[in-house]
């Protein structure tokens, strides 16, 4: 064969193998580029809808608290001879300053007083028939999402209670509080998170923000998502979509509630696929050309594509430090600065893989930190204690620890929300703090300390990292079976000595580090514990582990472990929990933490 034929039908071969590649690896690189995209998306308005349900948790127990202190209140309940006008008057004031939808009163058994909503209904036991009213008879407080007239609310209720000088703190009645969660709810949730949300009742939504392109949403519906790792296919008005979701979180109710959050598929690969036609089109033109051109040059690409060939022979051995001088016709010159670029790429990726390797070895020594500051002993007189932490693959912000004084000690425990090497150092900031007001100030009360603790914790995770997070902890002090604690973590369980099913204590405090000053809403509260009892402390890692269906552990069966062996030595009762875990969960994705505490008997 001639040298200008070889040439020929060589030049014209590679030109078509080009444009085929190209164009296929831009159809794959931007199909799996925009839906891994679609993915990170839906995963992050999941978290999103989330955080937004536990803040508007929280902020309907704070406006209960606040509504629960009101003088009005406590007079309507507190005074024997009010009139049922008086009692709904007062209650209508304290709705419309609150802003909810449902406002209820119960007497301290639970028994309705009042209900805005029905006014002329009285006399039900709501505590028998609402497990938020039985919780706040018991705890103190309680938040589930209540059904009503085909509308799922947030329900918060809340003791009113009084200190009299006489007989001690009284409880004159329980508050209920709700707010809807309503197409306002998911329009808002759109705008923030640009998703789609629905929430479905028995299969029919009541809450819905618009579908892709505009659409209203209103009338379509999805089946129960059952929470898989990857998002589910589903589609909608025509459109395609991916899908996370579940049953609502906080609702027990027996009809069927559950969410979606949902990202239009079709609209995310719309451009990515326009840009293919583009490149496809451009590549045939180029294709076309070079045929028509390939003869003509084929006597003057001879020398350049020799060089071009001896070029490729150096990149093959690893020189990338070397260039292609663009020479000959202009399509020569520009395989030649195509070929450029590609080592440019090929080189910058290489940086990027020992970059990544060194950031792995970091990651590591992070980790090591993590475990090696936890507390190797535990010498507190009166006190029995046995603590583990397991940490998962990636560095995470789990944290525990014990400080022994004079007269007791002190335990911290805690989360960092996210992962990686942020939430470690976030960890460690906690971890000195702490360490630092503990030794300085013993005999405080742990809320201060923790008021401290947020100060330090949102100027340096907000103002100087520029960092969202936030950490739940609970501080506590012991001193003579008596725990004085704060903040906000897991409920604290207990096991006492005498039998009976273990004690669910809730932490009602405020987030570390989401807002700069939370004096206003930290408390102290106190738990105590007779010889022989038992308390346990754990993160999020325990109650969340899922096994391979999706399934976390939960409290219901961490109470189970607790209850078999809540008699045998703290060591195995922390070592009884951590198996039963890890008997459990499928793949570890966050750090499992547990301290176990018994007073002596």
């Not at 693959?393 to 090497?421: K, M």
Request: charged residues 25%.
């Amino acid at each position: 064969m001639k040298l200008r034929t070889g040439m020929l039908l060589g030049i014209v071969a590679l030109v078509a193998a080009i444009v085929a590649s190209t164009v296929t690896a831009v159809g794959v690189v931007v199909d799996r580029a925009e839906r891994v995209k679609v993915r990170e998306d839906l995963d992050r308005s999941d978290g999103v809808f989330a955080e937004l349900l536990r803040y508007r948790v929280a902020k309907a127990r704070s406006d209960c608290r606040v509504v629960a202190n009101e003088p009005r209140t406590r007079s309507a309940l507190g005074t024997q001879d009010n009139s049922r006008a008086t009692i709904v008057g007062v209650m209508e004031e304290l709705k419309k300053s609150l802003g909810s939808d449902l406002f209820l009163l119960t007497d301290p058994d639970g028994i309705l007083i009042g209900d805005i909503k029905d006014p002329k209904a009285e006399g039900f036991d709501l505590a028998k028939e609402q497990p938020v009213i039985a919780s706040a008879k018991q705890t103190g407080d309680g938040a589930a999402i209540w059904v009503s007239d085909d509308r799922p609310y947030q329900v918060t209720a809340c003791r009113v209670e009084v200190i009299d000088q006489d007989r001690g703190l009284q409880v004159l009645g329980i508050i209920a509080i709700g707010y809807p969660l309503d197409d306002a709810v998911a329009q808002a949730f759109q705008r923030q998170t640009g998703s789609t949300l629905l929430v479905m009742l028995d299969g029919k939504p009541v809450a819905a923000s618009a579908l892709a392109g505009g659409k209203p949403a209103a009338g379509e519906s999805i089946g129960p998502l059952a929470g898989e790792p990857e998002p589910a296919p589903v589609e909608l008005a025509g459109d395609r979509y991916l899908a996370r979701g579940g049953p609502l979180p906080g609702y027990a109710g027996k009809r069927v509630l559950h969410y979606a959050v949902m990202r239009s598929l079709d609209e995310a690969l719309a451009p990515g696929r326009r840009l293919l036609w583009t490149v496809f089109g451009i590549s045939a033109l180029a294709l076309a050309a070079a045929v028509g051109f390939a003869f003509a040059l084929s006597k003057r690409l001879s020398r350049p594509v020799d060089d071009l060939v001896r070029f490729t022979h150096e990149i093959a051995k690893g020189e990338l430090q070397r260039r292609a001088t663009p020479a000959g016709t202009t399509e020569v010159q520009l395989l030649a600065t195509a070929m450029n670029a590609m080592v440019e790429e090929l080189e910058r990726s290489r940086r990027a893989l020992a970059e990544k390797e060194r950031l792995e070895r970091e990651l590591e020594i992070a980790s090591r930190i993590q475990t090696s500051i936890l507390p190797k002993r535990y010498d507190v007189a009166g006190l029995e204690i046995a603590a583990r932490m397991i940490p998962a693959s990636e560095v995470g912000g789990d944290y525990y620890d014990v400080f022994t004084v004079d007269d007791g000690c002190w335990v911290g425990i805690g989360d960092v929300a996210g992962h990686g090497l942020s939430a470690g150092l976030e960890m460690l900031m906690v971890q000195s703090v702490v360490a630092a007001l503990v030794r300085q100030a013993p005999q405080a009360a742990p809320s201060d300390h923790l008021c401290v603790l947020n100060h330090v914790l949102y100027s340096n995770i907000r103002d100087r990292l520029g960092s969202d997070e936030h950490i739940t902890m609970t501080l506590m002090r012991y001193e003579a079976g008596m725990f004085t604690y704060a903040g906000a973590h897991e409920e604290i369980l207990v096991c006492r000595a005498a039998g009976g099913p273990c004690e669910h204590i809730p932490t009602p405090g405020p987030w570390l580090g989401a807002m700069r000053d939370i004096s206003r809403v930290t408390g102290d509260s106190k738990l105590g514990l007779g010889p022989g009892d038992l308390m346990v402390l754990y993160t999020d890692g325990v109650t969340e582990a899922m096994n391979a269906e999706g399934v976390q552990f939960g409290d219901e069966r961490l109470t189970k472990v607790l209850e078999a062996h809540r008699n045998e030595p703290v060591t195995v009762v922390r070592d009884r929990v951590i198996e039963a875990v890890q008997a459990w969960l499928a793949k570890q994705d966050d750090d499992i933490s547990i301290v176990v505490i018994r007073r002596s008997a």
